[in-house]
């Protein structure tokens, strides 16, 4: 039975929302420790700083992945060698060229994992290390420190009615449309979910729901991640061209890019309040996660399938984001069990971490993301049905958006 117990936190989920809860401890009793990520990488000094945060960046994951059961030696190397790539990103970023014309390292960190990825492919060496979303979870539970409560329950309120209206909304749309075009059901619900409530995660908390093939849910994830870096970079620009406030760009951003990564990226180009936003939006869609799944557990069991989990209270726990419930604990510690000036203080501190962990998370976004797997012919109407959900979602939720944070928020 113990055994049993501990068996069920060591996946990539709980090892992520854990890690990054040792690190906002580490950040509290040990600042001293821990320096700021540099904004500029010109001295000794600087370097000095990206080594000690590699070290601790480096210590946290490893630890996480053994706990996991996965083997050590080939990680360390892989990942020394992704944050030397995630560091140089953040030097050409720096560069006087780069900043004059406002390019951020986000965009320098995707694009070269992408030209690696699809030029020479992913190096055997340097796969085990490429966990993006295990980065950008540790990376999120740190931000929860410069997100006070106040922050939350003013957005948060809105953003779930947001998130509840838009998933409803564009899961049944999705879902009609998928048989509209006659695509098989099981592909239909993973496209659903995934454009609906939040990617990646979504679409593997469904397919583990329903049973489904692998193979399937292999191609959701893949278009995914594609739309979704087009999308990291259009939909601020757009943002800026409308001229929406940081506050409906951010919501309008998290409730629509369907990866956490994607999401973090995008708003930090527009600034720190649309990141915040996002990040709140998106982890609303987040809650919902295992909602959904307990739904469509039922509604695949009612269908006559006789080889899928029975819905139960478990299931609804076991797909719920665990990374959501660090958030909230780091924001609720750094809220009300200090000073605020000291929870600012800390929290510039851990966002340092927090800046390591994204640039690794960037890299490795690039790195997963294999153009030719999608553009095979037999799959031009699951194409066809995700591409149109998409931008359906992206007018109901700039219209939800615009409302909540625009107009109802004044």
Known sequence: MKTTFLNSFRNEDWMATIMGLLMVVAVIVVPGWIPK????????????AVGILFLFTAIFSALGIKLMGDRLRGFVVSFAAI????????????????????????FFSVILGLLIRNTVGLPKWLAPAVRSEYYIKMGLILLGTSVLFGEIMKAGALGMLQAVVVVITVWYFTFWLSKKLKVDNEMGIMLASAVSICGVSAAIATCGAIKGDNKKLSFVVSIVLVVAIPMMY??????????????????????TIDTTGAVVASGKFLGETAETYSVIIKSS????????????????SLRGTNHTERPTPKIIWDRFPKFVVGFVIASLIFSFFMPLQEAKELGSLAKGLREAMFSLAFVCIGLET???FIFKKENKRNITTFLTAQSFNIVVTLIMAYLLFGLLAK
Not at 234 to 255: D, F, N, R, T
Not at 285 to 300: D, K, P, T
């Open 37 to 48: 990520f540099p904004s500029a990488f010109d001295s000794l000094d600087s370097w000095t």
């Open 83 to 106: 944050f030397i790539l995630s560091a140089l990103c953040q030097y050409v970023s720096t560069l006087p060229a780069i900043k004059t014309a406002g390019l951020e390292s986000v």
């Open 234 to 255: 259009l939909m601020p620009l757009l943002a800026k061209w409308i001229g929406l406030s940081q506050e409906v760009a951010g919501a309008w951003l998290g409730g």
């Open 285 to 300: 869609q987040n809650v919902l996660l295992g909602i959904a799944a307990f739904a469509i557990s039922i509604y695949w």
């Open 370 to 372: 294999d153009f030719r």
